[in-house]
């Protein structure tokens, strides 16, 4: 759970130009800018993450939100796979993504920013003490997110493995310094997920020095108490507080970069519900979020192309 957008997709090539042909535009007295490639797809990292992990094999449940009007873009990718589709009534998010070497997010959030635990009713909660791995992301988006994984906590109990992926929490600083304080005081998590950016904001919040991925994982663990990975452009990396395992990843020509982390994140979990070392389970991550970043199309792959993209 939670967050379902719809997203467009802006393939600018060159974000500095884009923002300068805007701006020159503007100061004309506006008008349109043409030959931007754009296309239009399903977002939201719960989505997408849910997405992924059925597209390798996993069955999956995913508990989100839509209108009507949008309900059917949630449900038709996962109609030939394993995999159960709640939605609760409120509408999706909308984002605007500009590709290019980095990307940019223009997001509203919508339905995704208001999504707490009296959303959730017994029939979910039964279900998701089934699952071996409760997963909350885009807590960035959600002015519920603490909320929400205190309920995740209490009702599920220590026994539950929690996965977190915060997402872009850099305009709610003072709210994800507490929220750290939480996880490391109440372990409200057992496992997060961060990406290069994230993970150096949130070391130095917590007076992490390191400026090695590497270290920078490491020290995290050690202070919140709990797993951390980190995935770079360059390599990822896991901890527990204690060893530190690192996987370098492969040079590629990226094609698009919105969604790639939430396939790293269902590579990461396949890895760990498939009782993977964590060099194995990081390497599987890399090749899976490798083939998205490369696909022509916009969809994560299935388990035989990322076994086949390892060897």
């Not at 409760?134 to 002015?143: E, Y």
């Not at 991925?213 to 951390?228: I, S, Y």
């Not at 083939?291 to 022509?296: A, E, H, I």
Request: one cysteine or more; proline letters at 4%.
């Amino acid at each position: 759970m939670h967050d379902f957008f719809v997203d467009r997709l802006l393939y600018a090539g060159s974000l500095t130009r884009l923002v300068d042909s805007v701006a020159a535009k503007a100061g004309r007295g506006g008008g349109g800018i043409h030959g931007i490639p754009q296309e239009d797809i399903r977002g939201g990292n719960a989505v997408n993450l849910a997405h992924a992990l059925a597209r390798l094999g996993l069955r999956t449940l995913l508990i989100t939100h839509s209108d009507a009007i949008h309900e059917q873009m949630v449900r038709n990718p996962f109609e030939a796979l394993d995999a159960e589709v709640r939605i609760k009534p409120k509408p999706p998010g909308l984002t605007v993504a500009l590709e290019g070497k980095v990307n940019v997010m223009l997001g509203h959030t919508s339905g995704a920013g208001d999504f707490g635990p009296e959303l959730l009713d017994s029939d979910d909660w039964e279900a998701m003490r089934a699952c071996h791995v409760v997963c909350s992301v885009n807590w960035a988006a959600n002015k519920k997110g603490t909320t929400l994984l205190a309920a995740l906590r209490e009702k599920l109990g220590n026994e539950k493995v929690i996965f977190f992926d915060p997402a872009d929490f850099r305009d709610r600083l003072r709210d994800f310094a507490r929220l750290l304080t939480l996880i490391r005081k109440q372990k409200l998590v057992d496992w997060m997920s961060l990406n290069e950016q994230e993970a150096t904001e949130a070391a130095r919040i917590l007076g992490v020095k390191a400026t090695h991925p590497r270290e920078k994982c490491r020290e995290l663990a050690e202070k919140l108490r709990t797993a951390v990975d980190v995935h770079t452009a360059k390599g990822s990396f896991s901890s527990d507080g204690g060893k530190v395992t690192a996987v370098p990843t492969k040079s590629i020509e990226a094609r698009r970069l919105t969604g790639a982390g939430d396939v790293w994140d269902a590579g990461s979990i396949y890895g760990r519900l498939k009782n993977y070392t964590d060099s194995e389970r990081l390497d599987f991550a890399n090749a899976a979020a490798g083939l998205y970043l490369t696909s022509r199309e916009p969809s994560p792959p299935d388990l035989r192309a990322v076994l086949r993209a390892q060897h």
